[in-house]
């Protein structure tokens, strides 16, 4: 069964996020797993990669992870976005789309257990953070951010249990 083993708050610097917008009607079977599919057979990180610079991995823990950020708003609508946070000035390529962040802090929840155990767990890390005092930022037009980060290694490199850890980040105060 996957576990919150950890918490904490992140500052990180501005950043321009990169890549591609879906909805509900994008899923299969519930889930995105088949877009991130298409984002590996198409090589389209290949092509966000290539403007990730040193300097921004310094002020940016983990901003060369790959990410599945979501949008949710007050009416029911939702946004899943693939792809990357780059520098600030970063280009974006033909057949992106982007987001400007400012400078901001995280709430990080590290989800520990099989890969199959911890995906759509966004629900008990805001729980598990609000009771740990943290406030989230919502927009003004009633949208909340969040995302998972597929850190490497500890995403991609199972334990000796097999487990893995994925990252789920809030915006916070």
Known sequence: MAEIIKTYKQNVSAARFIGKKYGNADRVEGMFGAKWGEWFQNGWFGILEKQMTESFKETYADGDAY????????RDSFEYWIGMFLPEDAAVPEGFESVDFPKSALGVCWIY???????????????????????FVTEG??????????ACPRFTTPDE???????????VK
């Open 113 to 135: 257990g099989k890969e199959d155990e911890v995906y759509c767990r966004e629900g008990e890390c805001g729980e598990k953070l609000g009771k740990e005092g943290f406030a």
């Open 67 to 74: 990410i599945g950020l979501m949008r949710e708003f007050e």
């Open 141 to 150: 037009q009633g949208a909340d951010w969040c995302f998972e980060r597929y």
């Open 161 to 171: 249990k097999g487990n893995i850890i994925l990252d789920i980040c809030f915006f």
